[in-house]
């Protein structure tokens, strides 16, 4: 037996906290901007992945108007901070609903290092940050999702392994529903099955 429901049977917020609950674990974008005005901005976005390979464009959606949004757009850059394990207390403060004229770096304590070819800092202790000019955005009903080409990569050295990014160093947070979290968890490496006629 199942139990059915459409988006009329969940008004208001119901339905996006079940689609939340369901839709895990989903990768954390912790999004650095800096305002026209010169306010660094910080803030975590769940709706986050890959979006083109060829150039490389990755996506974050803001619900609702964010600063990470405005900023974004006022701007032309941003950058994505990887949200590892070790900073899961600075990146839950940062997603306080501070007002635009607070910076969370500075706010939260959260250390800050300059990017390499954007104006919006990078955190310090995050192990990767993905520097982007914005590509476009494109408004969906309350959301805007937000798709920015990834124009540099810095990687802390101790999380590759023969050049390449290891996850287990890497130490990833995913956000599930309600309030709930997870880690890494079990890796399992499994090849794809190629096709044979």
């Known amino acids: 037996m199942r139990t059915e429901r459409t988006p009329d049977d969940l008004p208001g917020r119901a339905f996006y906290q079940l689609l939340t609950a369901v839709v895990v674990p989903r990768p954390i974008a ?26 490389p464009i990755v996506q974050f959606t803001s619900v609702g108007r964010k600063d990470s949004l405005r900023n974004a757009e006022e ?12 900073l899961q207390e600075a990146v839950n403060a940062t997603g306080t609903p501070f007002p635009p004229e607070v910076g969370e770096f500075d706010r939260v304590g959260v250390a800050r290092e300059a990017g390499a070819v954007v104006k919006p800092p990078r955190v310090a202790a995050s192990p990767v940050a993905l520097e982007c ?8 009903g309350d959301s805007t999702v937000v798709f920015g080409r990834v124009v540099h990569v ?8 023969d050049g390449h990014p290891e996850v287990t160093r890497l130490r990833p947070l995913a956000r599930l529903g309600r309030n709930e979290w997870s880690t890494l968890g079990e890796v399992r490496a499994v090849d794809r099955i190629p096709y044979t006629p």
Not at 75 to 86: C, D
Not at 154 to 161: N, P
């Open 30 to 55: 912790w999004v650095s901007t800096t305002s026209a005005a010169g306010v660094d901005n910080l803030a975590p976005h769940s709706f986050f992945t890959i979006a083109c390979t060829e150039p």
């Open 75 to 86: 701007t032309g850059e941003f950058v994505v901070n990887l949200a590892s394990e070790p």
């Open 133 to 140: 000019v914005l590509h476009s955005t494109l408004c969906l």
């Open 154 to 161: 810095a990687l802390d050295e101790d999380v590759l392994v």
